[in-house]
C-alpha cells in the first residue's frame, strides 16, 4: 500500500486548503481512512477520519467546524478540505490507512502511513 498526499501550501490565516490522498496497492473501499498532523516538536495528533463505508467521521476538537474529510473510492482517494485555517494548524499533514476493514478510525499503530505534505498558514 502507498498513499501519496498533496495539496499542502503556505497560505494565510482564514484561507482554504484541500488536502488529497491517493492510494494505490489495493482498493480504500474496506477500509477506514484518516488524517494525522505533526508540528515541530510536538507528536503527531490525529485530525480527521472516515468510516470504511463513509457513512462516520470523526474530528479533533481543535479543527470541528473547519475540516471536512471525504473519500471517493472510484477515484481510491481521501480528502481534507480545511477552511478557516489558523496558524496553530501548521504542521505536516499525513494521510493513514487502516490496515484491517470495516474500521471507523485507522488506530495509529495499525497504519499505513503516507509520506506527508506540509501545511503552513502565517498570521
Known amino acids: 500500500v502507498q498513499l501519496q498526499a498533496s495539496g499542502g501550501g503556505l497560505v494565510q490565516a482564514g484561507d482554504s486548503l484541500s488536502l488529497s490522498c491517493a492510494a494505490s496497492?489495493?482498493?480504500?473501499?474496506?477500509?477506514?481512512m484518516g488524517w494525522f498532523r505533526q508540528a515541530p516538536g510536538k507528536e503527531r495528533e490525529f485530525v480527521a477520519a472516515i468510516s470504511w463505508s463513509g457513512s462516520r467521521s470523526d474530528y479533533a476538537d481543535s479543527v470541528k467546524g473547519r475540516f471536512t474529510i471525504s473519500r471517493d473510492n472510484n477515484k481510491n482517494t481521501v480528502y481534507l478540505q480545511m477552511n478557516s485555517l489558523k496558524p496553530e494548524d501548521t504542521a505536516v499533514y499525513y494521510c493513514?490507512?487502516?490496515?484491517?476493514?470495516?474500521?471507523?478510525?485507522?488506530?495509529?499503530?495499525?497504519?499505513?502511513w503516507g509520506q506527508g505534505t506540509q501545511v503552513t498558514v502565517s498570521s
Open positions: 493513514a490507512e487502516d490496515r484491517m476493514p470495516y474500521g471507523l478510525k485507522p488506530p495509529p499503530d495499525r497504519t499505513y
Open positions: 496497492g489495493r482498493r480504500i473501499s474496506l477500509y477506514a
